[in-house]
């Protein structure tokens, strides 16, 4: 099949074969229809297949065929992270080259200010944030009564980050009668709920067994001490040669530590988490594109925004505390059918993390050792919780930056 097969304007399939696609993703085969047809869509495929092309295309399309030129927000596109939004408004961009379609990015953690200047200009599809997108809201510097489409992208990374009460606050202020989409590579219950209230009859597409890691992502676990595994991940990298290597923690003090030992070994690093200055963040990212630095230590806020063409590398120093978010992880790796290598450290406290992985993936997994960082068996730190549950609930509720259970219960989201 060929994107010429799927009902898009001449025109964008002018751009697209200037970039080189010719032939769709299943996840575009299956979505475009839909989504031009005017259906409320909930869709799930592995990460780095196109998901942002199966929405983008389409309300593109439905651009073209507007007969009014009058500018207003008709797209509105809500992403968890600064650097997930970046990404899509660089592809509605890049995919309505000489359209006259007028794309606008706002996240917080920047200046209002240009991005008040970009909407002034006119705007068609705006992409942002939650807490920005309020903000501009709230101070009626933006109308989003003229809303036709609202897409939730990685709306699982929505709930789990805590924003469900912004998006409540969102939908009291957009049109009852709208096209809703939903599309990430994992749908857990909590997202299944949500669409049962936002979406009308919606067409479920997965072109995959859900919550599954791309096909020609390795993935190696290797048992540690927990004290032992930034020694053994200098020594990966170093031994094996890797160049560019992606590396994810669970909470923003993990990240500044793990980034100074390995400059202490000599593998040039750079950071990215979410008290990290959008600017800071942006001169990391492309530091590590440009072979700048070796390393980029992160965690969670940037498993769904980076998109770094043919990264081989990915590496959990620690295991996220969220089966789903290892789905994400990994995916920044074996994008657009590329091959990837994913490993994971896990240290004796960890394996029901790796239980809970599995649980997800449906698949086994087999710790290996790594000759010299074996663990000491007799020293093994003690796994076994008298409320694995509770323990398991307030951890993750601290990594999101949740510091106590009434912030939890209220959804207050993490920092952007």
Partial sequence: MRFSTLGLHADILAVLDSLGYQTPTPIQQAAIPEVLAGHDVMAGAQTGTGKTAAFALPLIERHLMRETTEKAIRVLVLTPTRELAQQVHQSFKKYSQGLGLSAVVAYGGASINPQLEALNQGCDVLVATPGRLLELAIKGLIDLGTVETLVLDEADRMLDMGFIVDINRILKRLPDTRQTLFFSATFNDDVFALSKTMLKQPKLIEVAPRNQAATKVEQRFFEVDNSRKAALLAYLIGAKNWQQVLIFTRTKQAVDALTKELEKDGISSAAI??????????????????????ALVATDVAARGLDIQQLQYVVNFELPYNAEDYIHRIGRTGRAGQ??????????????????????????????????????????????????????????????????????????????
């Fill in 273 to 294: 988490h979410g008290d990290k200055s959008q600017g800071a963040r942006d001169r990391g990212l492309a530091e590590f594109k440009t072979g700048k630095v070796r």
């Fill in 339 to 416: 091959a990837g290598l994913a490993v994971s450290l896990v240290s004796s406290k960890e394996k029901y993390l790796l239980k809970d992985v599995e649980k997800l993936t449906g698949e086994h997994f087999n710790l290996q050792w790594q000759e010299g960082f074996e663990p000491n068996l007799l020293a093994q730190e003690e796994t076994n919780s008298p409320s694995r549950n509770t323990s398991k609930k307030n951890l993750r509720a601290k990594a999101l930056g949740q510091t106590g259970s009434a912030k939890a219960k209220r959804g207050k989201p993490r920092r952007r």
